[in-house]
T-cell receptor, first 114, second 114 residues
């Protein structure tokens, strides 16, 4: 069964810490995405990557960076965590081409910054 | 800019009753449209998608959606709701220019009364 795996389900970090959220997919997909989910706001795109070492800013990139050194792994980095980054983070992947479907989402990482 | 509006934050229906969840989108080109469902503590599961052709789309779990270009709408329907349908539902539009990123609505929480 194909899947997107996010390494942590729950994470608690302190303000100012550097935080790494990891996402791994086993489908050989070119495109990977990081979304943030907040009540009443739905999912908002933070960053996405369309190939190894390639990245593009999404709608809310401030305070975040990403790394994609291998095709299967896409990391979200909070350089200096703040309380307003407390949220649910969802990773997704999809193959290139086609009509835009074929997204697979991970189960999410609920991050609390204290 | 692309956007998706789900006007209803919460909806409560009785088990066995019919359901319609509303979705309106704003996108300059022919849209790719999606409905996802998220059960508590879970990732997103694709219910159905519209790319082209027949404007009435059938999905999983007995759901269907109708694309109406003139109204910029893609409403989700189910003729008879089951208690297990209680979840949060997200409408999304695929944006081709950014790796087919998904732009999500804020979500509608469905409660089912027994």
């Amino acid at each position: 069964d194909v899947k997107v795996t996010q390494s942590s389900r729950y994470l608690v970090k302190r303000t100012g810490e550097k935080v790494f959220l990891e996402c791994v997919q086993d489908m050989d997909h070119e495109n990977m995405f990081w979304y943030r989910q907040d009540p009443g706001l739905g999912l908002r795109l933070i960053y996405f990557s369309y190939d190894v070492k390639m990245k593009e800013k999404g709608d809310i990139p401030e305070g975040y960076s990403v790394s994609r050194e291998k095709k299967e792994r896409f990391s979200l980095i909070l350089e200096s965590a703040s309380t307003n980054q407390t949220s649910m983070y969802l990773c997704a992947s999809r193959a290139s081409g086609g009509t835009g479907g074929g997204y697979t989402f991970g189960s999410g990482t609920r991050l609390t910054v204290v | 800019a692309q956007s998706v509006t789900q006007p209803d934050i919460h909806i409560t229906v009785s088990e066995g009753a019919s359901l319609e969840l509303r979705c309106n989108y704003s996108y300059g080109a022919t849209p790719y449209l999606f409905w996802y469902v998220q059960s508590p503590g879970q990732g997103l599961q694709l219910l159905l998608k519209y790319f082209s052709g027949d404007t009435l789309v059938q999905g999983i779990k007995g759901f269907e959606a109708e694309f109406k270009r003139s109204q910029s709408s893609f409403n989700l329907r189910k003729p008879s709701v089951h208690w297990s349908d209680a979840a949060e539902y997200f409408c999304a539009v695929g944006v081709r220019e950014y790796g087919n990123k998904l732009v999500f609505g804020a979500g509608t929480i469905l409660r089912v009364k027994s």
